[in-house]
Every structure is written in structure tokens, then in C-alpha cells.
């Protein structure tokens, strides 16, 4: 009987969450590297998802990033509605250090900017409190740029993403790949735009 359930409900997925399933799968043996260093970006998956889980920043800045915990409940309920979402590890060799959302397209039922149309959004990105100050935000971005580059979900003209107003530190290290101010906002952030 448990298995006869197991298969309705595979059969119940939306193409979104094959579509997913297959962007996801694509990249499982393409691990992205910074070529000076070690650092690269993962899916994330039920090897690694609890060491993800319990990256956390500083006090100081649980303001202006979700936990990891509900960034991957979002991605869930994202790909579950319809929509892409792709949750990457940021790793020195084996340790993790980071977490990384890239989105595309519109959030089904949610208030998106106007940008998010047919477009890529870096949706979260955060190192954590125990490796901050040793490049690896610059080496991440990088590598989720060049990721990104690939179209891996469709073409596109831009990736933006958004900042609470308040966080200096992200908004010159987007701004140092270029990202410029389109003059929306995504609720209380501000939205920031890369051509591609």
C-alpha cells in the first residue's frame, strides 16, 4: 500500500518540479570552481542539506538574510507552486561556508518586481559568521554569475537581486559585479540589476 502511495504522488509533480529535478540533475556532476581557489558552489541534497542548515550569520545581520532553514522551506514550497528555485552549498574544498538561492522567473503566488519576469535573481546569499572576511562572498557571487551565464533554466537579459537598504557591506560588494539600482523595490529591498 506504501508503495502504490509513493507512486500517485509521483505522478502528482508538476512539470516545474521535473523541470527542477532535471536543471538539478544536469549539474550534480558539474561542481562550479573558483579557478584561483577551492571554493565552489553544490546542490543541495540529503548528503549535505544539515551541515547547510546550520551555517548562521552574525547577530548583527540576521536582519537582513533569511536562515538557511527558511530559504530551503521557501525553495520547496516555490518548486511545489510551480516555479524554479535552486539552492546551491558555498564550499571551501569539503567545508561549507556558505549558502546560495538562485531563482528564475516570476514566484508563483507571491508579489515579484517587474524584473523578475524571464529573468535569473541571486534570492539569497549569505556566508557564514565563522568565515566572513576571506573572500569566499566574492568567489561565491562569481561563481553564481558564471552559473547563471549557462541560461540553465532559459535565456534571460538580466539577474538582479535585492538589499535592505541599511546593509552597506552587500551593496558594495554588488555593486563592485556591477549590479545597479533599478529604482523598485521588493517589499523593503532594494532591487539591483546585472546585464547579462
Not at 503566488?109 to 517587474?114: A, G, S, V, Y
Not at 524584473?115 to 549569505?126: G, L, Q, S
Not at 535592505?164 to 521588493?186: K, M, Q, T
Request: glycine share 6%; proline share 4%.
Amino acid at each position: 500500500m506504501a508503495i502504490s502511495l509513493c507512486v500517485i504522488r509521483s505522478f502528482r509533480k508538476s512539470k516545474s518540479v521535473f523541470k527542477t529535478e532535471r536543471i538539478l540533475e544536469q549539474q550534480e556532476n558539474c561542481i562550479l570552481k573558483e579557478k584561483k581557489g577551492m571554493v565552489s558552489i553544490r546542490r543541495i541534497n540529503q548528503h549535505n542539506v544539515w551541515s547547510i542548515l546550520k551555517l548562521e550569520v552574525d547577530e548583527a545581520q540576521k536582519q537582513f538574510v533569511a536562515t538557511n532553514t527558511e530559504s530551503i522551506i521557501e525553495a520547496y514550497t516555490t518548486i511545489i507552486a510551480g516555479g524554479i528555485a535552486l539552492p546551491f552549498g558555498i564550499y571551501d574544498d569539503d567545508t561549507p561556508v556558505g549558502f546560495l538561492m538562485i531563482g528564475y522567473g516570476e514566484i508563483p503566488e507571491d508579489e515579484n518586481p517587474k524584473v523578475a519576469k524571464e529573468n535569473y535573481c541571486i534570492w539569497r546569499f549569505m556566508i557564514d559568521k565563522n568565515y566572513q572576511g576571506r573572500g569566499y562572498a566574492k568567489e561565491a557571487l562569481r561563481l553564481a554569475l558564471d552559473f547563471i551565464k549557462t541560461f540553465p533554466c532559459g535565456k534571460a537579459k538580466l539577474c538582479y537581486l535585492s538589499f535592505e537598504p541599511e546593509n552597506a557591506v552587500a551593496a558594495r560588494l554588488y555593486h563592485s559585479f556591477g549590479f545597479v539600482e533599478n529604482g523598485e523595490f521588493d517589499g523593503d529591498e532594494i532591487v539591483a540589476c546585472l546585464p547579462l
